[in-house]
């Protein structure tokens, strides 16, 4: 159990610096000079490694070692993606599972990501509304759906919202109106509509060349 904890920490620490961008893209990872500074065994290290690799963080190059990955919008659309529809799938699942005391702190979650957004509270509306999402997918009662869902969150905490806050608004309210009245259907696809729309926020702005990743924690 102490090495489990151990091991997220270490690969929580990992994780915060690929994102913040403290460790850049290429940057060799070595797992002595981790243990030592972490306070942990190689083993904890070496585990995290192979755990953010998974995720895409990191790559690992036969007989050179471990590297910080390319976080561009190539590798976070992929991620979208999957997003799309596992989003899409989780409030159609959530509409079986939702009690009105859900729905009311959905609404209250939404109510909230709009105001923070006037406020131009950036890191706490973006941290807010990832809880949201992850509500909704809680709601689903489906336990690899949330392991899943672990994947994406963690590229989709490089992006700040930045689409119209009255539209993000909307959005969460019909989805959350779908779930209440049972509309799984409906549900699904305004789910996967929302999470579309940012996708295709990323990539214009790829095109344009103005898109720079900022974590939000």
Known sequence: MKSRVARHHVREEIQRRILSGESKPGERLSQQSLAKELGVAQGAVRESLLELQWLGLVESVDHLGVFVGNLDASRICEAYQIRECLEGLAARLACDHAGRSDITELRSMAEKVFKLAHENKAEEMGSLDRNLHFHIIELSRNAILLRLAETYRVLGMTVRASREPQ?????????????????????????????????????????????VPNWVG
């Not at 959005?171 to 009245?181: T, V």
């Open 167 to 211: 539209i993000i608004y909307e959005e969460h309210l019909q989805i959350i109106e779908a779930i209440e009245h049972n509309s799984a259907e409906e549900a699904e696809r305004i789910a996967r509509q929302h999470v579309a729309g940012a996708r295709k926020m990323i990539e214009t702005r790829a095109k344009q060349g103005t898109f």
